[in-house]
T-cell receptor, first 114, second 109 residues
Framework: EAQVTQNPRYLITVTGKKLTVTCSQN?????MSWYRQDPGLGLRQIYY???????DKGDVPEGYKVSRKEKRNFPLILESPSPNQTSLYFC?????????????FGSGTRLTVV | KNEVEQSPQNLTAQEGEFITINCSYSVGISALHWLQQHPGGGIVSLFMLSSGKKKHGRLIATINIQEKHSSLHITASHPRDSAVYICAVPSSGNTPLVFGKGTRLSVIA
């Protein structure tokens, strides 16, 4: 089944403790992206990758890191999480990342930083 | 950068009603996406359209490229249609998507 797999689904952590949210897709998509979703603000892009070893900042990249060492994986790293990073996170992939191709989303990761 | 406006923000309907959700954007686009997010659930793609109209079951999406406007219609609404509906367009030209803030729909039996 074609899918984007995110892990974990839920995570509670403490301020400053490094964490990684994994994202993997099995569709050989070139484009992958991370978003955060907050009440009243909608989906905002954190980072995206148009291909292996190519990553770019989105609208809200501060406090996050990503890497794209292989096509299928695009982990999101929070080196020193803070409470304002409490949010619902989604990973997505697309064949090419342009509007003419459909996007597939992961199931989401609800992160709470205390 | 494209600005996306959705209306209404919240919508409550009785089962069976015809529902319309609107999306306007500021910069010309190659295609527009409609997405659905159920409470506590993930996000699924409903439509991707660049002109005219598309239909899938009780859902119909239309787009007017000249007016920079799209509508999502739900006919004979049902409580299982309760979800957040999100419109998305490219930031500019044919670049990755930016998203509207969503329309929260509640359909009451």
């Amino acid at each position: 089944e074609a899918q984007v797999t995110q892990n974990p689904r839920y995570l509670i952590t403490v301020t400053g403790k490094k964490l990684t949210v994994t994202c993997s897709q099995n569709m050989n998509h070139e484009y992958m992206s991370w978003y955060r979703q907050d009440p009243g603000l909608g989906l905002r892009q954190i980072y995206y990758s148009m291909n292996v070893e190519v990553t770019d900042k989105g609208d809200v990249p501060e406090g996050y890191k990503v890497s794209r060492k292989e096509k299928r994986n695009f982990p999101l790293i929070l080196e020193s999480p803070s409470p304002n990073q409490t949010s619902l996170y989604f990973c997505a992939s697309s064949l090419a990342g342009t509007a003419n191709y459909g996007y597939t989303f992961g199931s989401g990761t609800r992160l709470t930083v205390v | 950068k494209n600005e996306v406006e959705q209306s209404p923000q919240n919508l409550t309907a009785q089962e069976g009603e015809f529902i319309t959700i609107n999306c306007s954007y500021s910069v010309g686009i190659s295609a527009l996406h409609w997405l659905q997010q159920h409470p506590g659930g993930g996000i699924v793609s409903l439509f991707m359209l660049s002109s005219g109209k598309k239909k899938h079951g009780r859902l119909i999406a239309t787009i007017n490229i000249q007016e920079k406007h799209s509508s999502l219609h739900i006919t004979a609404s049902h409580p299982r249609d309760s979800a957040v509906y999100i419109c998305a367009v490219p930031s500019s030209g044919n670049t990755p998507l930016v998203f509207g803030k969503g329309t929260r729909l509640s359909v009451i039996a």
